[in-house]
């Protein structure tokens, strides 16, 4: 079955540092596409960056970039720089691409950057 | 430019009764989606449709029921609503058949409190 897990409920990083948010997932489906959503505490979700289980780099959007790492099915992922208005909730999201094209989300990530 | 429009943004309901909630998106995306949000639990799907005239059940999707009678309109109804569907509700749209990254644009959001 499909399934997104995301370990860590909160994280803080110190202002032009880097941070990781990881990020493991599972599913039969030999195609499916893994994304990244931010939501800020205005509500709206904003969809940051996308990774396709056939690709062979590693996607990047900016400051944004994902590390996938199909064999151990994780994807994280890596927000260079850190800013203020990166304090945010993160969410890890699946689509299978095959069949039903389901598409879930972890239980998400609460970042917080400090001044 | 509209993208995904949802209503009511807030409802307060009593248990028991029955409560529509409205989405429509201008994007002419074959896909839609139902996700609750709770804290703690990030996004759950509730219901989804690939395409007018199909639905599918999610992970969550008891208590709940949807239709596509158009690519446009997809709603979400509650027959008889209980106090564990108080929540966000957010409707979703994608483009999963058009070569793009598929992507999900939300709507933003409904807050239903149930009593």
């Known amino acids: 079955a499909q399934k997104i897990t995301q370990t860590q409920p909160g994280m803080f990083v110190q202002e032009k540092e880097a941070v990781t948010l990881d990020c493991t997932y599972d599913?039969?489906?030999?195609?499916?596409?893994l994304f990244w959503y931010k939501q800020p505490s205005s509500g709206e979700m904003i969809f940051l960056i996308y990774q396709g289980s056939y690709d062979q780099q590693n996607a990047t959007e900016g400051r944004y970039s994902l590390n996938f790492q199909k064999a151990r099915k994780s994807a994280n992922l890596v927000i260079s720089a850190s800013q203020l208005g990166d304090s945010a909730m993160y969410f890890c999201?699946?689509?299978?691409?095959?069949?039903?094209?389901?598409?879930?989300f972890g239980t998400g990530t609460r970042l917080k950057v400090l001044a | 430019i509209a993208g995904i429009t949802q209503a009511p943004t807030s409802q307060i309901l009593a248990a028991g009764r029955r409560m529509t909630l409205r989405c429509t998106q201008d994007?002419?995306?074959?896909?839609m989606y139902w996700y609750r949000q709770d804290l703690g639990l990030g996004l759950r799907l509730i219901h989804y449709s690939n395409t007018a005239g199909t639905t599918g059940k999610g992970e969550v999707p008891d208590g709940y029921s949807v239709s596509r009678a158009n690519t446009d309109d997809f709603p979400l109804t509650l027959a008889s609503a209980v106090p564990s569907q108080t929540s966000v509700y957010f409707c979703?749209?994608?483009?999963?058949?058009?070569?793009?990254?598929?992507?999900?644009?939300f709507g933003e959001g409904s807050r239903l409190t149930v009593l």
């Open positions: 979703a749209s994608s483009d999963s058949f058009g070569g793009s990254t598929g992507e999900l644009f």
């Open positions: 599913t039969s489906d030999p195609s499916y596409g």
């Open positions: 994007m002419r995306h074959n896909a």
């Open positions: 999201a699946m689509r299978e691409s095959s069949g039903t094209y389901k598409y879930i």
